[in-house]
T-cell receptor, first 112, second 109 residues
Framework: EAGVAQSPRYKIIEKRQSVAFWCNPI?????LYWYQQILGQGPKLLIQ????????DSQLPKDRFSAERLKGVDSTLKIQPAKLEDSAVYLC??????????FGPGTRLTVT | DAKTTQPNSMESNEEEPVHLPCNHS???????IHWYRQLPSQGPEYVIH???SNVNNRMASLAIAEDRKSSTLILHRATLRDAAVYYC??????????FGKGTRLSVIA
């Protein structure tokens, strides 16, 4: 079974630029999550989708972050404009709806 | 969301058992206790979860206190590949996981 795919794996941008990350969950997984992990900390939820609807985006900085999951499969997370404090690993995870979440390898973003 | 407390770091010798503790005194009666681990440069990986009784799988065992305010992840024989950050968290169903800083486990050959 293929795991959660994410791209790109690494991205370096200057502050005030925009960037987008892509996630392809495990086939059949209705629930998709985006987490932000700052160096030395545990992952923090940004947004949760159930199929193509948003379940929880209370921690998403909506003035600069946006996410969508068209057709309830792939998802993209965008940052516009980026700030220095957005430097982090962005993790995508999916689940069938039970307790176990499957994480992708993450995208490491560096904002200079 | 259940707030969890874990030691920052632990060390173990290879081939010896490791007991990783977690306090979750605010966990609700319906929250499962989940354990994940994160190897360097990888996303978190599911280890085990349980509700009230002790659980075993091919990776580890989970011992849950009777009052559910604490739990212990047991790796029966640590290997170098078990060196990782281990997170415990609580939640039910497909609710998002709330991670603390976890415990960094070092395994010495």
């Amino acid at each position: 079974e293929a795991g959660v795919a994410q791209s790109p794996r690494y991205k370096i941008i200057e502050k005030r630029q925009s960037v987008a990350f892509w996630c392809n969950p495990i086939s059949g997984h209705a629930t998709l999550y985006w987490y932000q992990q700052i160096l030395g900390q545990g992952p923090k939820l940004l947004i949760q989708f159930q199929n193509n609807g948003v379940v929880d985006d209370s921690q998403l900085p909506k003035d600069r972050f946006s996410a969508e999951r068209l057709k309830g499969v792939d998802s993209t997370l965008k940052i516009q404009p980026a700030k220095l404090e957005d430097s982090a690993v962005y993790l995508c995870a999916s689940s069938l709806g039970g307790a176990q979440q499957y994480f992708g390898p993450g995208t490491r973003l560096t904002v200079t | 969301d259940a707030k969890t407390t874990q030691p920052n770091s632990m060390e173990s010798n290879e081939e010896e058992p490791v007991h990783l503790p977690c306090n979750h005194s605010t966990i609700s009666g319906t929250d499962y206790i989940h354990w994940y681990r994160q190897l360097p440069s990888q996303g978190p990986e599911y280890v085990i979860h349980g509700l009230t009784s002790n659980v075993n799988n091919r990776m580890a065992s989970l011992a849950i206190a009777e009052d559910r305010k604490s739990s212990t992840l047991i790796l029966h024989r640590a290997t170098l590949r078990d060196a990782a950050v281990y997170y415990c968290t609580g939640g039910e169903g497909n609710t998002p996981l709330v991670f603390g800083k976890g415990t960094r486990l070092s395994v010495i050959a």
